[in-house]
């Protein structure tokens, strides 16, 4: 089975003391990930350090920076780079979140070259996708999403995607309490598979996960991730709760042994 992932986004929340004891809370569940499940803590820059220690001796936990510059160094003040994020033993970058594209104007080529810059540092992206309300009632979302892939991924080998993670984020969706339902994602899930099948191959396709992001909670999770093109989650708000992000955790796809 493809990795099947349940990655937090704590977004621009929690102070550090906070942050660690959401982490030392979730950490006690001793919620034991089979191999094909991941579990991802986007954390704010400062806490990377922390939490990564926090995590490092568990299996298939893992730490992610929320963005990185889309320039190698220099004068960027108050700018972060794909090597610094590595030299701080950052796992995942998320590149291109909804909120970073409306309000700090990312554009499709400031995210391609974040992914390039990922790929050179040896981190994973997880880049985000996804429609706002308007083009999702215009039904435009299907070419609106193909066309986010296309700019800021179409560049890149049938290696480096491999095993690569996209989350389908509608924006409606985010923050909102109002989710897409499980019908919603899987057909989007599998528009994003089949545009990247026709552009690249089926194999390839076939390894991305693509996690479903937008009001992801304890009781909703199970039912969106039993879709079948639906590889786990990127979470906000459920995230901060360690009871409710072990629950979603348990709602990944298992192998049964
Ligand atoms: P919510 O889960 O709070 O809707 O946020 C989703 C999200 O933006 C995750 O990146």
């Known amino acids: 089975m493809r990795k099947q992932i349940a990655a937090a986004n704590w977004k621009m929340n929690l102070t ?13 569940e001793n919620i034991e990930l089979q191999d094909h499940q991941e579990v991802i803590f986007g954390v704010p820059f400062p806490y990377l350090i922390s939490i990564k220690e926090k995590i490092k001796s568990y299996k298939n936990y893992f730490v992610a920076a929320q963005n990185c510059y889309f320039q190698k160094a220099g004068a960027y003040t108050g700018e972060v780079s794909a090597e610094m994020l590595t030299s701080v033993a950052t796992d995942y970058v998320i590149i291109g979140h909804s909120e970073r594209r409306e309000y700090f104007n990312e554009n499709h080529q400031m995210l391609a070259e974040k992914i390039n810059l990922c790929f050179e540092n040896d981190l994973k992206p997880i880049f985000c996708c996804g429609e706002p309300l308007s083009i999702r009632e215009a039904n435009e979302q299907n070419g609106y999403v193909e066309n ?17 993670v996209i989350a389908y984020e509608p924006i409606w969706a985010i923050g909102t309490g109002k989710t897409a339902s499980s019908a919603q994602a899987q057909e989007m899930h599998a528009h994003i598979r089949n545009v990247m099948a026709a552009k690249y191959n089926n194999e390839v396709a076939e390894s991305i996960s693509i996690l479903y992001g937008g009001s992801v909670k304890a009781n909703n999770a199970k039912e969106i991730f039993g ?15 360690a009871a409710e992000f072990a629950t979603i955790i348990k709602s990944l796809k298992t192998i049964s042994r």
Do not use: M, R
Not at 227 to 241: F, H, P, Q, T, Y
């Open 16 to 28: 550090i003391e906070q942050g660690i004891k959401l982490t030392d809370d979730l950490l006690s």
């Open 148 to 164: 986010q892939l296309k700019e800021s991924l179409f560049h890149l080998t049938d290696k480096q995607l491999t095993g690569f």
């Open 227 to 241: 879709e079948k093109d639906v590889d786990g989650g990127l979470v906000g708000g459920a995230s901060l709760n």
